[in-house]
């Protein structure tokens, strides 16, 4: 006997992906947008807003393929478009932004499978991060069409031109890194006049150095968390002084330290940074100039850490934080490790001296650890009525606001 029984009605999400939020950031749009008409108004104002961005061209191919599976009317299917906004700063922000709206779109329709609707290669990253969660049945890529006249060719070159010289996003790679280049090799060259010295080895070393220097900053975020770090409130305390205060103590004993070791390492092995580099007695010389590096900044070093640290903790118990505790832990653990560094550096320089003080060192230093990590972690127990924890004091208000927000799209 045939079998008759019809085909399981399936819910499909139609999923549109704007990877660097323009939406949001030329129409002011919260995102996730979920519904048909929310999409079509939202579409409209980023069509209006910019006639020439690509991400409205994706909003109305998702709209059209909702209005044709809606109007198939040989299956029984149950369809919902979304369109989610990840952020401009790209990367690691951008995935989770957009997974956690693709999960807030899930909450809402139980969807069986997805449509994924895109305007590039890029959004498409996002794809291993949609699987897990719910099948990727198809995917649409939306490639605008241009002229191929040259005219078009000329007027788009001489656009994305304009973006590049104007956009701070852009012309910092693409205008401010050669500037500073072709600056340092200027300055280079005018000193090339006066004293004598090989200005093609110096181009490279100060060429690398920026390029490395910008390539960190980038890698780490360090602008991003230099910037948040100073537009805290609490840095126009009385504690934020105090924490800013102990920073900059402790960044200047550090540095005096590396300043004595490289001044003593330049004095005594007077080894010229020179290509091609001499590597074999590079080799036999690095040892002792690690060994006399840890040496002779180990012990300001250590101490512009303690102080930077004790600065923290201090301003941390001003602002009743319960951080202060394991802040003072490390305080502790800190200080104990000169004696670990400076064995260290007695073992480098002299390979025969007994290795018996290092390996007690760290074993009490171990020991240490624990017992400041257990003593920080009772005392934090017992006085948690009086130092609060303000990372969830923190995280509160952004809670109300989300519930605010998810009841207001409700």
């Known amino acids: 006997m045939a079998n008759t029984e019809e085909p399981k009605a399936e819910r499909l999400l139609i999923l549109c992906v704007d990877r660097d939020n323009d939406i949001g950031r030329k129409t002011n749009t919260p995102t996730p947008i979920v519904g048909r008409k929310d999409n079509l108004d939202s579409a409209l104002k980023l069509i209006l807003a910019d006639p020439e961005e690509a991400d409205a061209n994706t909003m109305f191919e998702a709209l059209r393929i909702y209005d044709n599976l809606q109007q198939d009317r040989t299956t029984k299917d149950v369809y919902e478009i979304a369109t989610i906004a990840g952020s401009e700063l790209g990367g690691v922000s951008a995935d989770r932004k957009l997974v956690s709206e693709l999960t807030d779109v899930l909450k809402r329709f139980k969807a069986d499978g997805l449509i994924l609707v895109t305007d590039g290669f890029s959004d ?85 150095i920026i390029i490395g220097g910008y390539l960190l900053e980038k890698g780490y975020g360090l602008d991003r968390k230099i910037s948040a770090a100073f537009s805290r409130p609490y840095h126009y305390t009385i504690s934020g002084l105090v924490i800013n205060f102990s920073l900059i103590a402790g960044f200047l004993l550090a540095g005096v330290g590396f300043y004595q070791s490289w001044t003593y390492i330049s004095t005594n092995f007077r080894f010229d940074f020179q290509f091609p580099i001499d590597i074999s007695r590079f080799m036999d010389i690095l040892p002792q100039i690690i060994g006399r590096t840890i040496e002779k900044s180990s012990t300001l070093v250590v101490v512009g850490v303690c102080v930077s640290l004790a600065g ?94 998810d009841l207001s799209r409700n």
């Open 124 to 208: 498409e990253d996002i794809i291993p991060l949609v699987q897990s969660r719910v099948p990727v049945t198809s995917v649409r890529r939306v490639v605008v069409k241009h002229s191929e006249s040259i005219e078009e060719t000329a007027a788009i070159f001489s656009r994305y031109w304009k973006m590049i010289m104007e956009d701070p996003r852009y012309s910092r790679i693409a205008l401010g890194l050669p500037g500073v280049l072709l600056i340092s090799i200027g300055i280079l060259v005018y000193l090339g006049t006066f004293i004598r010295f090989d200005i093609y080895t110096w181009t490279a070393i100060v060429g690398l």
């Open 312 to 405: 923290r903790s201090v301003g941390y118990l001003l602002d009743r934080d319960s951080r202060f505790w394991r802040t003072t832990a490390l305080v502790i653990v800190a200080a104990w490790s000169w004696t670990i560094l400076n064995e260290v550096s007695l073992v480098i320089l002299n390979p025969a001296w007994p290795t018996g003080g290092l390996i007690a060192s760290t074993i009490v230093g171990i020991i240490v650890i624990v017992a400041a990590g257990l003593s920080t972690h009772f005392l934090g127990r017992r006085f948690q009525h009086i130092l609060k924890d303000r990372v969830d004091e923190e995280k509160e208000p952004e809670k109300n606001r989300e519930n605010s927000l």
